[in-house]
């Protein structure tokens, strides 16, 4: 396995990549590595040295699409490469030197992507923003980082920067990207129209200048922080460089079909401060040249999918199940020959489940159903030209799974983590097995220690945590890091997660319990939203659960009652249709293990409430904190 020395890089705190040799083997230690491809061969030298090239090759072909009045508006992989030149030459204008930080706090859109690359083509360092994020945590960032400049969205996002700005003297700049500077705004504001002039003008007079700046950086120069969700304390600022960027971009690409960037496509639309979306959206559409369209807002997702028809696509297992849910809806609802065709259909499908994985030919009725049902069924969803679906970022049902793969939509589950570039191992054609997060990534080794926890090593793992080296002697151990989950690896190299190491629930009796399968079957019962399981020091486990936001009205309906989310937390008819759930789940887990008592909160948790990460991740701190009191109403 290729692996590149680090040196360390003034306040960064770098560390030292892997070694040549493992840590000596601990009682019940296994290791793992991918079964294909053993070694990643990096060739260029950085990020901007593989753009310059795309820009060359793909010259006046699609490299981003966006909507604008009603219709999708192409840019070509040279006006990517201008815009670039433009906004770097803004940059240098402004003083940013190599090395220094600049923020991106804004929705997927191209000019996420052009601020991003013309960062780095400066030597900057990327750091991405949340847009949920409030002002306080934008003003936490930034300073953190030390960010001389930051890009915004919109008005509502330069608020947030506005609100904060006297607290940050280093920040000198916020670029508005959509919309116009007001009198109040003050000269630290400027728009993005006003940057690329200024940044032309700069280019005109010092044409060597980007050359230069680019041509210098190489691979072990921090590219991007990525900022951890902050789920148990204060985010950290996981230090990406371009080596480990693109020594992951090629990893994936022995994973996944993309040969053709003239015909691939995907579609951008979860947060690109996040490392998911980060790899699949961006850094991999630089390396392998293909088009990218951006989603115009969240719950327009559907409609952009059926109009954009990507071949490949990345979700989050909340994205899978609501999708599940509707396809669901959709042919219970079916009546007459229609209906019975579609029960048959599924029932086929599902019992192809198990071959297809294997790779086998489909039988005779799973051809027939396929036909009849779910080829109408893809392309409903947009998804009809789809060579791969990929989830991850949090635990997802086999039983959705094995749902998308009865409609002829493989979904192969993900595993990683910022620290690791993203993927640290994946299931994928020829080498799946439902229930696992596959084996590892080409390149990469996995280890399990002795007490249960995940280790990985290779070109993707981080150079460490910007100035906090504490914790990044904690998650770099001997060049292995640290994951923080718990798994095996099975027959084969395939990796299974079976919790979170800190998330483990020890019960008042010394039992040890993995919330996250518990609560993974909970949210596939009808009508439920979001299931956080508790118990950790208590004689019993117990739930908090949440009814769907998107099924509040039908559940009304059901019972009889208003669509209002605390009326019908206290409904007794609701009640029982949870309690239905609870005991279908608690009929597959051992007695220790069952939810004894449960309680129903009035909303949905959300990223707006602070529950959740950007990523839909649950806040197990932020949930004990703000529901304390019905936590102990049910152990009273």
Same mark, same amino acid.
């Given at each position: 396995?290729?692996?590149?020395?680090?040196?360390?890089?003034?306040?960064?705190?770098?560390? #030292?990549?892997?070694?040549a040799?493992?840590?000596?083997?601990?009682?019940?230690?296994?290791?793992?590595?991918?079964?294909?491809?053993?070694e990643?061969?990096?060739?260029?030298?950085?990020v901007?040295?593989?753009?310059?090239?795309?820009?060359?090759?793909r010259?006046?072909?699609?490299?981003?699409?966006?909507?604008?009045s009603?219709?999708?508006?192409?840019?070509?992989?040279?006006?990517?490469?201008?815009?670039?030149?433009?906004?770097?030459?803004?940059?240098?204008?402004?003083?940013?030197?190599? $090395?220094e930080?600049?923020?991106?706090?804004?929705?997927?859109?191209?000019?996420w992507?052009?601020?991003?690359?013309?960062?780095?083509?400066?030597?900057g360092?990327?750091?991405?923003?949340?847009? =949920?994020?409030s002002?306080?945590?934008?003003?936490? @960032?930034? &300073?953190?980082? !030390?960010?001389p400049?930051?890009?915004? &969205?919109?008005? /509502?996002?330069l608020?947030?920067i506005?609100?904060?700005?006297?607290?940050?003297p280093?920040?000198?700049?916020?670029?508005?990207?959509?919309?116009?500077?007001?009198?109040?705004?003050?000269?630290?504001?400027?728009?993005?129209?006003?940057?690329?002039?200024?940044? &032309?003008?700069?280019?005109?007079?010092?044409?060597?200048?980007?050359?230069?700046?680019?041509r210098?950086i190489?691979?072990?120069d921090l590219?991007?922080f @990525?900022? =951890?969700?902050?789920?148990?304390?204060?985010?950290?600022?996981?230090?990406?460089?371009?080596?480990?960027l693109?020594?992951?971009?090629?990893?994936?690409?022995?994973?996944? /079909?993309?040969? /053709?960037?003239?015909?691939?496509?995907?579609?951008?639309?979860?947060p690109?401060?996040? @490392?998911?979306?980060?790899?699949?959206?961006? @850094?991999?559409?630089?390396?392998?040249?293909?088009?990218i369209?951006?989603?115009e807002?969240?719950?327009? *997702?559907?409609?952009?999918?059926?109009?954009?028809?990507? %071949?490949?696509?990345? $979700?989050?297992?909340?994205?899978? !199940?609501?999708?599940?849910?509707?396809?669901e809806?959709?042919?219970?609802?079916?009546?007459?020959?229609?209906?019975?065709?579609?029960?048959?259909?599924?029932?086929?499908? *599902?019992?192809?489940?198990?071959?297809?994985?294997?790779?086998?030919?489909?039988?005779?009725?799973?051809?027939l159903?396929?036909?009849l049902?779910?080829a109408?069924?893809?392309?409903?969803?947009?998804?009809?030209?789809?060579?791969?679906?990929?989830?991850?970022?949090?635990?997802i049902?086999?039983? %959705?799974?094995?749902?998308?793969?009865?409609?002829?939509?493989?979904?192969?589950?993900?595993?990683?983590?910022?620290?690791?570039s993203?993927?640290?191992?994946?299931?994928?054609?020829?080498?799946?097995?439902?229930g696992?997060?596959?084996?590892?990534?080409?390149?990469?080794?996995?280890?399990?220690?002795?007490?249960?926890?995940?280790l990985?090593?290779?070109?993707?793992?981080?150079?460490?945590?910007?100035k906090?080296?504490?914790?990044?002697? &904690?998650?770099?151990?001997d060049?292995?890091?640290?994951?923080?989950?718990?798994?095996?690896?099975e027959?084969?190299?395939?990796?299974r997660?079976?919790d979170?190491?800190?998330?483990?629930?020890?019960?008042?009796?010394?039992?040890?319990?993995?919330?996250?399968?518990? !609560?993974?079957?909970?949210?596939?019962?009808?009508?439920?939203?979001?299931?956080? #399981?508790?118990?950790?020091?208590?004689?019993?486990m117990?739930?908090?659960?949440?009814?769907?936001?998107?099924?509040?009205?039908?559940?009304?309906?059901?019972?009889?009652?208003?669509?209002d989310?605390?009326v019908?937390?206290?409904?007794?008819?609701?009640r029982e249709?949870?309690?239905?759930g609870?005991?279908q789940?608690n009929?597959?887990?051992?007695?220790? !293990?069952?939810?004894?008592?449960? %309680?129903?909160?009035?909303?949905?948790?959300?990223?707006d409430?602070g529950?959740?990460?950007?990523?839909?991740?649950?806040?197990?701190?932020?949930?004990?904190?703000?529901? #304390?009191?019905?936590?102990e109403?049910?152990?009273?």
């Amino acid at each position: 396995m290729s692996t590149e020395t680090r040196t360390e890089s003034d306040e960064a705190a770098a560390v #030292a990549a892997a070694p040549a040799e493992a840590p000596a083997a601990a009682p019940g230690l296994t290791s793992a590595k991918a079964p294909d491809v053993q070694e990643i061969e990096v060739t260029h030298q950085s990020v901007p040295e593989l753009f310059q090239e795309q820009v060359r090759k793909r010259g006046n072909r699609p490299a981003m699409y966006f909507k604008s009045s009603g219709r999708w508006q192409p840019i070509n992989w040279d006006q990517y490469g201008a815009a670039v030149r433009r906004v770097s030459g803004y940059l240098m204008s402004e003083g940013v030197k190599h $090395g220094e930080r600049v923020g991106i706090l804004s929705y997927n859109r191209p000019e996420w992507h052009i601020a991003d690359v013309a960062t780095q083509h400066v030597g900057g360092t990327v750091v991405g923003i949340y847009l =949920t994020n409030s002002a306080p945590q934008c003003q936490y @960032i930034l &300073e953190h980082a !030390e960010a001389p400049i930051v890009f915004v &969205e919109n008005r /509502d996002q330069l608020a947030k920067i506005l609100e904060v700005k006297k607290n940050l003297p280093k920040l000198r700049r916020i670029v508005l990207i959509s919309g116009e500077t007001e009198p109040d705004d003050g000269e630290a504001v400027v728009t993005w129209q006003k940057a690329l002039t200024a940044g &032309e003008a700069y280019d005109k007079e010092h044409p060597d200048d980007f050359d230069a700046r680019w041509r210098a950086i190489k691979r072990d120069d921090l590219a991007t922080f @990525i900022y =951890t969700s902050g789920t148990t304390g204060p985010p950290k600022a996981v230090m990406l460089d371009h080596g480990n960027l693109l020594w992951t971009a090629e990893s994936i690409k022995h994973t996944i /079909d993309l040969a /053709d960037p003239d015909e691939d496509v995907t579609i951008s639309y979860l947060p690109l401060a996040h @490392i998911a979306e980060r790899m699949a959206g961006h @850094i991999l559409h630089l390396h392998n040249g293909h088009s990218i369209y951006f989603c115009e807002r969240l719950d327009l *997702l559907g409609a952009n999918l059926a109009e954009v028809r990507p %071949t490949f696509m990345f $979700g989050v297992p909340r994205i899978w !199940e609501k999708f599940q849910t509707a396809v669901e809806k959709q042919l219970a609802g079916a009546t007459g020959v229609k209906g019975a065709i579609a029960r048959w259909g599924l029932k086929q499908g *599902l019992a192809n489940v198990d071959n297809a994985v294997a790779g086998g030919a489909p039988s005779g009725g799973a051809r027939l159903a396929d036909r009849l049902v779910f080829a109408k069924i893809r392309e409903a969803l947009g998804l009809d030209r789809v060579k791969q679906l990929s989830t991850g970022a949090a635990p997802i049902s086999e039983k %959705t799974l094995r749902f998308f793969w009865a409609l002829g939509l493989p979904l192969f589950e993900v595993y990683g983590q910022s620290e690791g570039s993203g993927p640290t191992s994946t299931n994928r054609l020829g080498h799946a097995r439902l229930g696992t997060v596959g084996p590892a990534m080409p390149g990469d080794e996995i280890r399990i220690a002795g007490d249960g926890e995940v280790l990985m090593r290779g070109g993707n793992v981080f150079r460490g945590y910007f100035k906090d080296q504490k914790a990044t002697d &904690e998650t770099l151990k001997d060049g292995w890091l640290q994951s923080g989950d718990v798994g095996i690896i099975e027959e084969g190299g395939f990796l299974r997660i079976t919790d979170r190491k800190k998330d483990l629930i020890i019960t008042a009796g010394g039992k040890n319990i993995s919330p996250s399968n518990i !609560e993974v079957s909970l949210k596939r019962q009808p009508f439920v939203g979001q299931a956080v #399981a508790i118990g950790d020091r208590r004689p019993f486990m117990a739930a908090l659960l949440t009814i769907d936001a998107e099924q509040v009205k039908a559940l009304a309906d059901k019972v009889g009652a208003e669509a209002d989310g605390e009326v019908l937390a206290k409904n007794d008819k609701v009640r029982e249709i949870f309690q239905a759930g609870v005991d279908q789940v608690n009929a597959s887990l051992s007695n220790v !293990e069952r939810i004894k008592k449960f %309680t129903i909160l009035p909303a949905d948790l959300s990223v707006d409430g602070g529950e959740l990460t950007p990523t839909l991740k649950v806040k197990r701190k932020v949930v004990n904190e703000k529901y #304390a009191d019905r936590i102990e109403s049910l152990y009273r």
